[in-house]
């Protein structure tokens, strides 16, 4: 052989050899970033020694072999899937990861899960901003705060470390991100309950409930995939002002289907009705007139509700809570929580109402005054208040009787005398009359003095000629001034016998005339009178005394003659000569 052959030959050899290195480097550069299958030769430290296949073994710490707490199984001679990572490191090792391994063959899964739309198990095992951090069998996942649960969640710590079922919302393995969700698994659930639920529902069944949330006029219950309403007047046979003093959120609760309507599927319950009605029989247990003890439960602008035992209110009416604070709150008279004694005045056992007395229980204050000021007996109180139609007048036993304008004075106007009086001032007064039954009082001021018209109307009796001074005039006719407090009133028709001469415009304020008195009302207190009358009847006795006219005598002849008598009746003796 040549020695230019020989050379040929080498450089052949030495060409192949190098590709050969260059294929096996370039495959075995290809396996980073991959898993392998390799072989644990032994434990070193805190180190396991493995075997995959290449020019030099590699190690993995030992803690990637740990999973949940558990020992580590690592028998020498088994096999185990490892995550290449580099060929060598500083020592000339593979670098290897078990930990990775297993995440790589997780997100295999993963993706297959997400792909189908199945649920994963993992395990929440730390929380972090906005949530909290799920691990999916290697993989480390985002579980966001509002995918918790289906309600807030404010403790997590009992679904932490232990299995969970979640649900891919998101992944991306480039990035390594993944987000999940426990909400959407129990809503599955839930609507799978739901429909079974509904199904089965009836009315008068009885369920267990987890209380969802709560409103002023009720609360919402979880029977488990549906809500139900729970009105807080079927919370409790006891009054309940709002839901929170009977339940609270989360609480499980045993309620009853109510109503249910399949086509709204509106669902209404209630817990009372679990529980003995404290109403039946209560007529009997309550008789019209006892007397029992009870605690105010609330208080409203119309009376107050006593409890007489749990279930059973009574309504004490504002208008029975005191024999004298009229007009007044009934938070100022009693409170709440306060126990009163009160008499059942009325019980209605089909609307469940009992109509409750609290002033019934104490004297009447009433029947007292009765008792001890007959009629006509004159007292002193302090004007309390002054109203359009007269004084309220304080009296013992805290009690006010009314002065009626009308009753203030004989002779000037109820609005004229009333301005006499100040609210605070100390008056003397009559009492006139008492009606227990309505509450009232009637008091008089005038009535202290004797009645001037009484004392005065014997003078004037009906059918009397009498002589007035013209106080006023009036459309009406003309008002005459008789003596001190009495007036008479002439109507127009009245002022004169001829027609033309009825007018009030001829009489002035001052004058004096001469009328006859036709009528006395002593109730009204009004006099009438008549010039025409007085007329026809001095006329008549004219007639009758100085002739008539079939003698041949005119009218104006007669009354001359009988006025002339009777200016000559009424000249002094002394004039005569």
């Known amino acids: 052989m040549s020695d230019t052959t020989a050379v040929s030959e080498q450089t052949q050899n030495k060409e192949s050899f190098a590709a050969l290195l260059d294929e096996s480097l370039g495959t075995e550069e290809s396996l980073e970033g991959t898993v392998l299958r390799g072989r644990i030769i032994r434990v070193e430290g805190d180190s396991v020694l493995i075997d995959v296949g290449l020019k030099s073994e590699g190690r993995v710490a030992l803690k990637e072999f740990v999973k949940g707490g558990e020992e580590a199984d690592i028998v020498p001679g088994n096999t185990v899937e490892v995550f290449l990572e580099r060929m060598e490191d500083k020592n000339g090792e593979a670098m290897l990861s078990r930990e990775k391994a297993r995440r790589e063959e997780s997100w295999n899964q993963l993706e297959k899960a997400y792909a189908d739309n199945a649920r994963v198990t993992g395990h929440i095992f730390g929380r972090v901003k906005g949530g909290f ?170 009376g107050a509700f006593v409890e007489l035992e749990p279930g059973i209110e009574g309504l004490v009416h504002v208008s029975e809570m005191s024999w004298t604070k009229k007009n007044i709150h009934p938070g100022k008279i009693v409170s709440t929580s306060q126990e009163v004694e009160v008499m059942i005045l009325d019980v209605d056992e089909q609307k469940r109402r009992i109509s409750l007395g609290l002033k019934q229980v104490q004297a009447n204050p009433w029947e007292d005054l009765v008792e001890r000021f007959p009629i006509g007996t004159e007292l002193e109180g302090e004007v309390k208040n002054i109203t359009e139609f007269g004084l309220f007048v304080g009296l013992p036993g805290e009690i006010d009787g009314m002065v009626h304008l009308s009753d203030l004075d004989w002779e000037r106007s109820g609005e004229e005398a009333v301005k006499d009086y100040q609210k605070g001032q100390m008056v003397k007064v009559k009492l006139l009359d008492i009606d227990v039954e309505k509450e009232r009082i009637s008091l008089g001021i005038k009535q202290l003095g004797s009645d001037p018209f009484e004392d005065t109307a014997d003078r004037f009796k009906k059918g009397a000629a009498v002589t007035g001074t013209v106080s006023e005039v009036n459309d009406g006719g003309v008002e005459l001034q008789l003596a001190e407090g009495i007036t008479g009133f002439i109507r127009k028709t009245d002022l004169a016998r001829e027609r033309s001469e009825q007018r009030p415009e001829r009489y002035a304020v001052g004058e004096r005339v001469d009328a006859k008195i036709t009528s006395v009302d002593r109730k009204t207190r009004k006099i009438s009178l008549s010039i025409k009358q007085l007329q026809m009847e001095e006329e008549k006795q004219a007639m009758a005394e100085y002739g008539n006219t079939d003698s041949g005598a005119s009218l104006g002849d007669i009354l001359g003659a009988a006025l002339k008598q009777q200016q000559k009746k009424q000249e002094p003796e002394g004039d005569e000569k």
């Open 133 to 302: 951090t799920v691990d999916l069998s290697g993989a480390v996942a985002f579980l966001p705060g509002s995918q918790v649960d289906i309600r807030p969640v404010r403790d997590v710590t009992p679904l932490m470390h232990t299995p969970q079922p979640f649900q891919i919302l998101k992944m991306d393995r480039s990035r390594g991100n993944i987000v999940v969700s426990r909400r959407a698994v129990l809503e599955e659930d839930r609507a799978e309950q739901r429909s079974e639920l509904v199904a089965n529902l009836k009315e008068g069944q009885v369920l267990p409930g987890v209380v969802k949330n709560i409103t002023d006029y009720g609360a919402f219950v979880d029977l488990g995939g549906v809500d139900g309403l729970l009105h807080v007047t079927d919370i409790s046979w006891r009054r309940i002002n709002h839901p929170t003093e009977a339940l609270s959120i989360g609480q499980q609760v045993q309620v009853q289907v109510i109503r249910f309507n399949p086509e709204t599927q509106r669902i209404s319950l209630g817990m009372k009705q679990l529980e003995a009605d404290p109403w039946e029989g209560v007529s009997a247990k309550y008789p019209t007139g006892a007397k029992f003890l009870g605690r105010v439960t609330n208080i409203t602008d119309y």
